[in-house]
């Protein structure tokens, strides 16, 4: 194994959180595959450089704290890159339920306010918003709960 690539590869990985395809298609870049890469990825895990389950739960919670995505475009997300269930679910358990239903509140706050100069209907206004709150992941029902379909 090719000590140069290991300390270059480690970097690459100490820099920020990385999925082993992540790193995989960065070896590839440098000309490094099969048993030298899977090498290198299992010296990476061993030396805790590289690990999936701290991906995940990087990733999870970032994109809704700082993004304010829901549940469903984080999975969906973290399936995409390649991770396996046991670490997405891991992920996941980084958003706590309280904060989660309180985040897709104040989206809701956000953009009805910027949505009530432009739109009357109370009826497009809620449609809009539901909209607005599915694309960013969020669960349908628990969006008309917040909205208040009731009402």
């Keep these: 194994m090719d000590r140069l690539i290991l300390q270059k590869i480690a970097s690459y990985c100490a820099y920020q959180e990385r999925t082993q395809d992540e790193v995989k298609q960065r070896l590839q870049k440098w000309k490094v595959w099969g048993d030298e890469a899977d090498e290198l990825i299992a010296e990476l895990i061993s030396m805790n450089y590289l690990s999936e389950e701290r991906f995940a739960k990087t990733y999870a919670g970032g ?30 358990n980084e958003i706590e339920d309280k904060a989660y239903v309180e985040g897709l509140r104040t989206l809701l706050e956000k953009k009805k ?39």
Aim: charged share 40%; aromatic share 10%; net charge positive.
């Design 63 to 92: 994109k809704f704290r700082i993004k304010n995505w829901g549940r469903m475009k984080i999975r969906n997300e973290l399936k995409r890159r390649g991770l396996s269930n046991y670490s997405i679910e891991k992920g996941m």
């Design 113 to 151: 306010v910027l949505l009530e100069k432009t739109e009357n209907d109370p009826f497009k206004l809620k449609q809009k918003l539901a909209r607005f709150a599915l694309g960013k992941g969020y669960e349908s029902e628990l969006i008309w709960k917040e909205l208040g379909a009731g009402d």
